[in-house]
């Protein structure tokens, strides 16, 4: 059974449609990205799927007793509070410290425990973000642009350890993302929105199809070539499995 499945699934706010007639499922273990330009109900999907916006029509199935680990695109915290990343990820409820280290070390940030959470650059917040998701051991990790404000090669490597994460820990991961190059890269299948499912496939069929180089224009294959050409070299001699990514 999928984790998460529609079914014809429209969505509406107030007397307007944003998304209609979708069928979307997600499996364990899949890393699924969604894109499409502003406004095309990619937030919105997320909501509905999550459960916090009703359907208009159709269903939304979900798997029983599913646990979602939610990372935000960003999150506000009063920098003039003392909080370490420790005690941030006792909030809100408290952990066991071997919980918090091993979170952080799946996060890739084995060592900030005792950081004060204002003094981390934007790329370890978001690694502390991940790791405060993976305490509720998900089933699956719901992204919603989470590397919003990173630069490009800093975007890269959070979904390198995203893809870390689902190797190691087998964990579904849904995104919405504008970074399009980097992480249809990372991604499995990718679902490209334009008010319906305007096509949908691996990474290369997309970026290749004619809906999507309309509204995105050519330039996403080539950098995307250029990615997956960097992400192999750097771990062909140790990993010859290219089906997940790997690393
Ligand atoms: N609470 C709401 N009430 C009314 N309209 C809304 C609400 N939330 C979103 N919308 C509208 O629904 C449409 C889809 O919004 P949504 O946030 O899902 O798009 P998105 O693809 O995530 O956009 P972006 O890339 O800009 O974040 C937009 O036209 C938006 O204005």
């Not at 192999?232 to 690393?247: E, I, L, M, R, V």
């Amino acid at each position: 059974m999928s984790l998460i499945e529609t079914r014809g699934l429209s969505l509406r706010y107030a007397a307007q449609t944003i998304l209609h007639d979708v069928d979307f499922a997600i499996d364990r273990g899949e890393i699924v990205t969604i894109v499409g330009p502003n406004g095309s109900g990619k937030s919105s999907l997320l909501r509905a799927l999550i459960g916090a916006l009703r359907p208009a029509a159709g269903t939304v199935t979900r798997a029983p007793a599913l646990r979602i680990g939610y990372v935000p695109q960003k999150l506000q915290i009063d920098s003039t509070l003392p909080l370490t990343v420790q005690r941030f990820l006792n909030l809100p409820e408290r952990r066991k410290p071997e919980a918090i280290s091993a979170a952080l070390a799946r996060a890739g940030v084995p060592e900030l425990a005792a950081r004060q959470m204002a003094d981390l650059s934007g790329g370890q917040f978001q690694r502390v973000l991940l790791a405060r998701a993976l305490l509720g051991e998900p089933d699956i990790l719901i992204l919603d642009e989470a590397t919003q404000g990173l630069d490009q090669p800093g975007a890269a490597a959070f979904y390198r350890q995203i893809e870390e994460v689902r190797t190691s820990t087998g964990v579904a991961v849904l995104m919405v993302s504008h970074d399009l190059h980097v992480v249809m890269a990372a991604s499995d299948r990718v679902l490209c929105l334009n008010g319906h499912v305007c096509c949908e496939g691996t990474p290369e069929v997309v970026a290749d199809a004619p809906e999507y180089r309309a509204l995105f224009g050519t330039g996403t294959q080539g950098a995307l070539a250029m990615y997956r050409h960097h992400h192999d070299h750097d771990h062909a001699d140790h990993d010859h499995d290219h089906s997940h990514g790997g690393h």
